[in-house]
């Protein structure tokens, strides 16, 4: 386990370097793009550069989950994209018919092809960087299971909930990210009882694909389940509009709120069950 402990203090170590980063550019050359959004992805893109130099002779290809050859992987990934685009059809579908959710046909006939490749071009490139930090490093000769499969989806969804709120106030200052990131954090209590759905949500995705590679080995297949999430929920958000009349309890958000938690926490449950078979794969 000390591996993955010293990944995770390089991990916070690089977010709040990439967010003083962020605040200082801010401070010097103030970008026309959200303060907020720049701390947190800035600070994550500032995580990996720093990750990978400091690993690069330390990890070896086995040791990430990504030994065997190119095909293989390919055919991994391929399966497991296939596989939970799939599986998450039902739920929005279900969503649908439910009126929690109505199609745009407006925005489906004027930019579905541009939209879609868009999409699976970020969901991909997003599922790689990620999945080589969370599954990937972290989850790197560790030693038991339980243990490092919580904590790196605990790390998982830390990471992605941290969502500072925007603060015109603090554009000029060059400790701008710190303060924006201290406020997020500090708002955390609140946040987990306002948005336990998505938090909730963001969990069972981390544990779904850390038994993914801990029982399969393979990161490729994290890569590819990952990419299927993020091309699903975001074309199907794009795509979609919130219905006026749908039930409260299944909430605003695209995923549906409990019901698209009740959901993976399924998926999650076939995973584990699946998982030696995927392994399996060519």
Known sequence: ???????????LAALAGGAFLWGLVYAVWPLPVPHHKLVKYGALLVAVVVL??????????????????IESLFVQGLV?????????????LFLLEMNARFLDPWMWSLELSYKLAGYLIAALAVATVEELYFRGLLLSR??????PLTASALFFAGIHFLN???????????????????????DMPEQWLEQLPRLS???????????????TGSLAFCIG????????????????????????????????????VAWVAILVLGLWHLSPKLGKVP
């Open 225 to 260: 389940a990952h990419a299927a999430m993020v091309f699903s929920l975001k074309s199907f958000q794009f795509f979609t509009y919130p219905g006026p009349f749908g039930p409260a309890w299944l909430g605003t958000d695209a995923s549906g709120g409990w019901t698209g």
């Open 52 to 69: 990978v130099l400091w690993a690069r002779r330390r990890v070896t290809r086995e040791a990430l989950g990504l030994g065997g050859g």
């Open 80 to 92: 497991a994209f296939s596989l939970t685009a799939a599986l998450l059809i039902p739920l929005w």
């Open 201 to 215: 949500l963001l969990l069972l995705i981390g544990l779904g694909l850390g038994l993914v590679r801990l029982r």
């Open 142 to 147: 560790v030693s038991g299971y339980w243990l």
């Open 164 to 186: 500072p709120t925007p603060d015109s106030g603090l554009v000029d200052q060059w400790n701008g990210g710190w303060l924006l990131l201290a406020n997020a954090t500090l």
């Open 1 to 11: 386990m000390r591996s993955f402990w010293t990944y995770a203090l390089l991990l």
